[in-house]
């Protein structure tokens, strides 16, 4: 008899900024992502935070808009370095993530390789919905984090539950996120159940 594999439900979550430390400047509550190898640290609690939502069955799923290649900020070389940082850094605490999508675009870069228009561009929920077609996710069950109005919005076209990593730069006005943290450490009470290690006798 044929068996029916289950959708999926996955945790995504934004890279620079909730998962990697960025460059800030607080007079414009802006931030911004590494543009050098070098530049590029994972936030300690990232490590824990993923290899338990990956025992509880989430898969892990980054979606990152990344347009400094668009706006000439960086080459391809830098930005293929950038990208294989990240995971070799992860890996060595013996965290994997289960997919990186990326966008490279920007509407008003102007490097003639990425389109200045697209679909997968946060808030636009492109990245995601092809991530639930490529890996059978049910969105309903899944979760966006991220820390800013771009994310939580991506998240919510998309049909996931949403939480808001409150930094200097978010911009919480634009957004209604189901859920606001201060710190990426109590996503864990929000998306796992509490009553997940009791036992009762």
């Not at 338990?52 to 990152?64: C, D, N, R, T, Y």
């Not at 978010?170 to 109590?186: F, I, K, T």
Request: glycine share 4%; aromatic share 8%; net charge negative.
């Amino acid at each position: 008899m044929a068996t029916t594999e289950l959708p999926r439900k996955a945790v995504f979550f934004d890279r620079d900024g909730v998962l990697n430390k960025t460059t800030v400047d607080l007079d414009a509550l802006k931030s911004y992502a590494p543009t050098d190898p070098e530049q590029l640290e994972v936030f300690p609690e990232a490590y824990d935070i993923i290899k338990q939502l990956k025992i509880e069955g989430f898969a892990i799923i980054i979606v990152s808009n990344q347009p400094d290649i668009a706006l000439n900020k960086i080459d391809e070389v830098i930005r293929k370095k950038l990208e294989e940082k990240f995971v070799i850094i992860i890996s060595q605490k013996g965290v994997q993530v289960d997919r990186i999508y990326y966008c490279n675009h920007h509407p008003n870069g102007t490097n003639p390789n990425y389109p200045k228009d697209c679909d997968c561009r946060k808030p636009k929920p492109g990245m995601i919905l092809q991530a639930a077609v490529e890996w059978s996710l049910d969105l309903k069950s899944s979760w966006m984090i991220g820390d800013t109005d771009k994310d939580i919005n991506a998240g919510q076209a998309a049909g996931c539950k949403t939480i808001l990593l409150v930094r200097p730069w978010s911009v919480a006005d634009n957004c209604q996120p189901d859920y606001s943290v201060d710190n990426l450490e109590d996503v864990l009470d929000i998306i796992l159940p509490k009553d997940r290690m009791s036992v009762s006798w």
